[in-house]
């Protein structure tokens, strides 16, 4: 199986005390193995990060030390463009290797920033791989009958809310495209289930925070391609 170490990575402007500044601290998992596989996975985790951190759309963000100064950088421009205004900034982002097989390994980036306004966001990313390969992998490479898992998934979602299977799913308040359950993007495995996440604003406002659906793995497993 893949090795991995914790990079950490922390920035400040030192006068958090005094004004609004901006803080960043990362933390996050790296394929030791020398190997193609590796150098792909790695590559994807560090995207997802540079993705979260980088408000300059430029091509030499490319790392997450140069993505961690692009986020000090839109700070500093956006203080000076609106210096009445100017708030704090602050990112967390930590990764963790979840689930780990000679079939699949899934790794989870957790973010919480705050870039200014009422209040800040949220969003948990789980990235499937092939460990072989290093291939990313969709919910399609992951499920032998989709249907199948989204009624099963629905069923779960409905106990656990508490919404009677005569009830619209909307009823208690998701709002659910077309009044119509689904399956999230965001899947992924844990040690002993399969999770599925749908981030703020997906089904549900802000106040409601992220949506989990947790199946055991023990309960899905017919459904698996791979485990």
């Known amino acids: 199986m893949l090795t991995f170490e914790t990079i950490e990575l922390k920035k400040d402007s030192n006068d958090c005390e005094l004004a609004p500044c901006a803080s960043v601290e990362v933390v996050y998992e790296k394929a030791l193995t020398s190997s193609t596989a590796s150098s792909k996975i790695n590559k994807v985790i560090q995207d997802t990060i540079v993705s979260l951190l980088d408000f300059s759309d430029q091509k030499n963000v490319n790392t997450v030390k140069r993505a961690v100064n692009s986020f000090h950088t839109a700070f500093l421009t956006d ?33 919480n920033m705050y870039t200014g306004g009422a209040h800040g966001n949220i969003s948990i990313r789980l990235l499937n791989f092939d460990p072989k390969t290093g291939e990313l992998l969709s919910r399609e490479d992951l499920f032998e009958d ?9 069923t779960y979602f409905r106990k656990e809310h508490k919404i009677p299977t005569t009830e619209s799913i909307n009823s208690t308040g998701f709002y659910f495209e077309k009044d119509q359950f689904h399956l999230p993007e965001n899947v992924g495995y844990g040690e002993d289930h399969m999770v599925m996440i749908y981030n703020q604003y997906e089904i549900a406002s802000y106040v409601e925070g992220v949506q989990f659906i947790e199946l055991p793995l023990q309960v899905i497993r017919s459904y698996l391609k791979r485990e």
């Open 79 to 111: 203080k000076e463009e609106f210096p009445s205004a100017a708030s704090s900034w602050n990112a967390e982002i930590y990764s963790h290797v979840d689930y780990q097989s000679d079939e699949v390994l899934t790794i989870s980036v957790n973010a």
């Open 146 to 154: 989709m249907e199948a898992v989204e009624k099963l998934a629905e």
